[in-house]
Every structure is written in C-alpha cells, then in structure tokens.
C-alpha cells in the first residue's frame, strides 16, 4: 500500500480554479467523501506518530534512568570515606531562593547528553521533567552521603576509643588526675558527632566502658585491693557506671587473679 506524505495527506482537495461540482451531484459527493477520506488519514496518521514518540520518549527515559543509577553506583563506590563531596558531584547545587542550578552536577551532564535523542515532539514535555528528576535523585544520593559519614565518624570514634580504654587499663589505678582527663577527652569527641541518637548511644557506651577498663587496671596492679573496692559499698566513682552482674564478675575475675598471685607466691 502507497505511503502518504503527511503534507499532502493534511490537504483537503483544492476548491480553486478547478471545475466545481454541485455538492448534491454524485460527483461532487463523491469528491468531498474522497477529501474527507484524506483528512481522516492524515489524523490518524498524527496520532499514531504521537503515540510511538511517546513510547520512544519513554524507552529513552529508561536509558537515562540506567545510566543514572549506574553513575550513583560508581559515585558511592569512589567517595571519600566520609563522603564528602557525593551529593554535590552527582547533582550539583541549588540556589534554594531562586531554584536555579548554581553547580551543575554528573546529573546535568546526563540528562543533556540525552535529550537530543528524544522525539521533537515529545522533547519540551521531556525537559520540564527534569527538575523532578533532580530533587528525588538529590535526596537520594543525600541520605546515602549522611549514611556514609555516620559510619565514618562510628568508625573514627571506635578507633579513638580503644586507643583510650587501653591507656586507662595501662595507666597506674591511683592516677585520678589522668583517667579523668581520658574520661573527658572522650566526651569531648563524642559530643563532635552529628547524630544525636549515636551521641546518645556512644556517651552511654563510653562511661561503662571506661569503668570497665578502670576496673581492669585495678585489677591488674593489686587483685586483692581491686576485689574489696568493687565489692565497697559504696564503691570508688570510677566504678559506678558498672553493673551489678559487671562488678560481680570483675570480683570474681579478681578472686582469681589474687589466688593466681598467691600460688605464685607459695612456690617460690
């Protein structure tokens, strides 16, 4: 079947300087059934070019999506392990006054890249998607970069906290002076994290932990001695975040040690 270029298949029949027959004649009805017959398939032929533009739009609006979740992968993957830096990198900056793009981003770089390749007739309705793109991309490459930093600072400050807790242990039990100045230097750090609920956390974890590596230098240096004063009632402030069933296995582990140093004592 012959194609109809969509130009002339838009025309109706020329009404010009051609013979003109009477609309009731059957030539003239036939004529005008012939031109509305034209006209019929040239829309039909217009909505059918709408219709695959639109699903052109659409599968090429899946390549993009592709390609975005592709460089998110890649973004994530060679951050910095604080992840400064991600969300700006992949969708740039915001003016929140006036929304225009202040730093375009690898966002940008995409959906430019791709916006010639969508059908004409589809591509303004493209391009005002574009910001919408841009806000459910930029929370979600935000909430991955806050994640990221959590961890940085968890891993930063478990560092920071063995370091300590070991000094504690090694340092001599009757030295206040030091293990409070620890101490502090401890709560210091802690209260630099961003999240309060870590904050919380690690605040709580860093008293007991450090009762517990106290208790540990006690033991250490004189077992029987460290054995009283957990069992004291009430017992040294260091020890006072310990609980029952902690202290009671700091006794025994004392009991121990002092029966160890005892034994010792006796064979030689």
Known sequence: MATIPLQLAQRRLDTGSV???PNSSPVGAAM????DELSAVAERFRQQKQQQDAFDANVIGRELNGQIAEAEKEAIQNAPADGRGLHDAMYGQIDPRSNGVVKPGLFDTLFDGIVPKIPESQRANFIRQREALRRTGSARMAAQQYARRQDYEQAEWSKAQAAE?????????????????IRQSGFDFIAKMGNPVARQLAETGWRSNTAKAFAQAMIAQDPKRAAEMLGAAPADA????LTLDERQAFIRQAGAAARAVDGRATSD
Request: glycine share 8%.
């Open 19 to 21: 013979v003109s027959y």
């Open 32 to 35: 005008q059934g012939f031109g």
């Open 165 to 181: 807790l070991n000094a504690i242990a090694q340092s001599n039990p009757d030295d206040t002076a030091t293990f409070e100045a």
């Open 238 to 241: 260091r020890l006072a975040d």
